[in-house]
Structures are given as structure tokens and as C-alpha cells.
């Protein structure tokens, strides 16, 4: 047995006599014999080893003045283990919510980093499979796994087919997806697979179903 530590019996032994000594009812006005209020908190808190409690039962079992003392003192200890559990429980839940939404940021921020976006509302396409050799190249990652790509102005709504082809004409990557009018422009989202590419020029290729290709420098770093 833990010196330090009351068992489940060893409490109920504690309770069954206190429980006694109230039913007695023994007044002891003039306090005679009483261990102080500093043991009875010790008592009550479980911090006295119990082989030290014991020579107090007797009188805490024979006098109802230490009854009623320890009584408060035992629910005022229950009261602040119960506020300290509800004060780790509560320490314990924010840590999870702070830890979820860092976890969150983070899979968002690497979200973002694999996502590129091309805007092409400005730019001038190639018509074919060469691109015009005016326009500055676009910009993607070999981590890229999705193209967020604004079409043309006017382009129409409906299936693209989507393609990035190195110089020599080797297909990379090909795609298809669905574009729809957002915020007055027409969006594109595709996913691309570009981790066996060499960095390096290539070009850009979007149809709408089975018309002409037009196409876009493309740089992958």
C-alpha cells in the first residue's frame, strides 16, 4: 500500500467513521483533544499518510465539531479538483484546437504551394503547337499538382482539353476539365503531374473540344 495513497477501503474505512461519529452526535464545545485545522486539511486532501491519520479516527469519530470542520474542508478540496480538472481539460482542448488549426494552415498553405495559377486574359496565344515567341513565359514548379488557369476573355464555358509538350514535341502531361464563369472571368482547373519534368521551356496547349490549339510559353522550374 501506497504510504501517501488511500485506497478505496481505506477511504470508505475513514468515511464509515466519520459517518459514525455524526450519527452520535458527540459535541465537544471546549474543542478538547482536536487535532487542528491544519491536520484535518491534510486529512481531507489526502496528503497525511494514512498510518499517520489513523490515531485521529478515533476522535474525529467521537466528535461532531471535527465532523462538521472536516466536511467543509473535504468539499472545499472536491470543489478545487474538480476546478483543476476543468481547468486541464479545458488547457488540453485548446492545445487540440490551436494544434488542429496550425495542421489546417498547414495543409492549406501546402495546398497553395502546389497549386499554380495562369492568367491568360492578357495574353496573346500561338495559334497551333508553337507559341507566340513574343510573350513572356508562364511560370510553374515541378511540385505543381494543379493548374488554376484563367482563359482568354470571352472564352466560353464547357470542356477543355489541356497539354504541356516539350520542344521536340514529346507529350508531358495532358489533362481535361470543365470551365465555368467566376467572378466575370472563365476558370480552369486541371491537375498536372510534372515531377518527371526537366526544367526547362515547354509549351502550354488548351482546346475547347476539337478546335485548334492555341498555345503558351511555358517555363518549368
Not at 89 to 103: E, K, M, P, R
Not at 135 to 146: D, I
Amino acid at each position: 500500500m501506497n504510504a501517501k495513497g488511500y485506497s478505496a477501503r481505506d477511504e470508505q474505512r475513514l468515511l464509515d467513521a466519520l459517518g459514525r461519529g455524526l450519527l452520535k452526535e458527540f459535541p465537544n464545545p471546549e474543542r478538547s483533544g482536536c487535532p487542528g485545522t491544519d491536520i484535518l486539511k491534510r486529512i481531507a486532501s489526502r496528503t497525511m499518510p494514512l498510518n499517520e491519520a489513523e490515531k485521529w479516527l478515533d476522535h474525529l469519530g467521537s466528535c461532531s465539531p471535527c465532523y462538521s470542520d472536516f466536511s467543509e474542508i473535504r468539499r472545499a478540496c472536491e470543489s478545487q479538483r474538480k476546478r483543476t480538472l476543468l481547468a486541464i481539460a479545458a488547457s488540453i482542448l485548446v492545445a487540440a484546437c490551436i494544434g488542429g488549426w496550425f495542421l489546417l494552415q498547414k495543409n492549406n498553405e501546402g495546398l497553395v504551394a502546389r497549386t499554380a495559377v495562369l492568367d491568360l486574359r492578357n495574353r496573346s496565344a500561338g495559334r497551333g503547337t508553337e507559341p507566340n515567341p513574343s510573350e513572356q513565359p508562364l511560370e510553374v514548379n515541378r511540385a505543381t499538382k494543379y493548374l488554376d488557369i484563367y482563359l482568354p476573355v470571352g472564352s466560353a464555358e464547357g470542356s477543355y482539353d489541356i497539354q504541356i509538350v516539350a520542344p521536340r514535341g514529346d507529350l508531358l502531361a495532358a489533362a481535361n476539365g470543365t470551365a465555368m464563369l467566376q467572378d466575370h472571368a472563365t476558370f480552369l482547373r486541371v491537375p498536372v503531374n510534372l515531377g518527371s519534368a526537366r526544367r526547362g521551356r515547354y509549351a502550354l496547349q488548351i482546346r475547347r473540344g476539337s478546335s485548334e490549339w492555341n498555345s503558351y510559353a511555358l517555363l518549368i522550374q
